[in-house]
């Protein structure tokens, strides 16, 4: 019987897969990104841009990322 905090009963949400985390980087920069899984984006600290994830798939193109403003 599944419970109310089972995974499997629960919907699943529009994650990125694990491994294609790992190979992805910024096309902007090349450089590395982080999985914010709250706001669905991949952030690059680099350029200073935020990558939007849609139905699972990150969207990596340029002209397709906000800026953020908290780069360092």
Same mark, same amino acid.
């Given at each position: ?12 949400? %529009? *994650? ?7 190979? +992805?980087?910024? $096309?902007?920069?090349? #450089? ?6 709250? %706001? *669905? ?7 200073? +841009?935020?990558? $939007?994830?849609?139905? #699972?798939?990150?969207?990596m ?12």
């Open positions: 019987m599944n419970s109310p905090s089972d995974d499997s009963a629960a919907p699943r949400r %529009a *994650g990125v897969d694990p491994k294609l985390l790992e190979i +992805l980087v910024c $096309p902007a920069t090349h #450089g590395l990104l982080e999985y914010d899984a709250a %706001a *669905g984006e991949l952030i690059s600290r680099k350029a200073g +841009l935020a990558y $939007p994830i849609r139905d #699972g798939i990150p969207i193109l340029v002209s397709e990322a906000r800026q953020i403003r908290d780069v360092p």
